[in-house]
């Protein structure tokens, strides 16, 4: 079965510095994988998505993702966090008949001034 | 803009009661999503459905079931409430069987059963 794991459960960054959030992933096949954000009290907004091709995806809001087949993981970046990028992150791996997400439990962003 | 709509933020439910959670797409997505949502645990699924009176089990069904009659509605009713299904319930909604699309969620329902 698939699984996700965001080793993080929260980080904290200064408004301006660089930001890089981890995620691995188990899944047998050619992974589908999307990074999503939530702002409190909101659902979630889709940052990007990897289905094959380049393994540096770019998102939006100046995020960008890149998949590494060898490691497994998909981790997010940012080069300059803003305060309103502060929010709770959610890596998926996309798979089965819906193409169902299956989540990591999330990492939790505080952006200090 | 896909919107998915979910017809309540917040539910206060008692013991024992049974809880309709409404979810609506305007979209015509073929596939539907029920997830609940714990600090800790992330997202799991509950149930979806990939066509109108079509429902799979996700990896969490216990205490819940779906109806999906119509294709933009999907509903996920707790028969019996119990204080363990206190949490936030998210909807979403996609195309099938196209790869390139993504999940698209609505904002949550948080229902406190007491």
């Known amino acids: 079965a698939q699984s996700v794991t965001q080793p993080d459960i929260h980080i904290t960054v200064s408004e301006g510095a660089s930001l890089e959030l981890r995620c691995n992933y188990s899944y047998g096949a050619t992974p589908y994988l999307f990074w999503y954000v939530q702002s409190p009290g909101q659902g979630l907004q889709l940052l990007l998505k990897?289905?094959?091709?380049?393994?540096l995806v770019q998102g939006i809001k100046g995020f960008e993702a890149e998949f590494k087949r060898s490691q497994s993981s998909f981790n997010l970046r940012k080069p300059s966090v803003h305060w309103s990028d502060a929010a709770e992150y959610f890596c998926a791996v996309g798979s089965g008949s819906a193409r169902q997400l299956t989540f990591g439990s999330g990492t939790q962003l505080t952006v200090l001034p | 803009d896909v919107k998915v709509t979910q017809s309540s933020r917040y539910l206060v439910k008692r013991t024992g009661e049974k809880v309709f959670l409404e979810c609506v797409q305007d979209?015509?997505?073929?596939?539907m999503f029920w997830y609940r949502q714990d600090p800790g645990l992330g997202l799991r699924l509950i149930y979806f459905s990939y066509d109108v009176k079509m429902k799979e089990k996700g990896d969490i069904p216990e205490g819940y079931s779906v109806s999906r009659e119509k294709k933009e509605r999907f509903s996920l009713i707790l028969e019996s409430a119990s204080t363990n299904q206190t949490s936030m319930y998210l909807c979403?909604?996609?195309?099938?069987?196209?790869?390139?699309?993504?999940?698209?969620f609505g904002q949550g329902t948080r229902l406190t059963v007491v």
């Open positions: 979403a909604s996609s195309w099938d069987r196209v790869w390139n699309t993504e999940a698209f």
């Open positions: 990897y289905f094959s091709g380049d393994t």
């Open positions: 979209m015509d997505h073929e596939n």
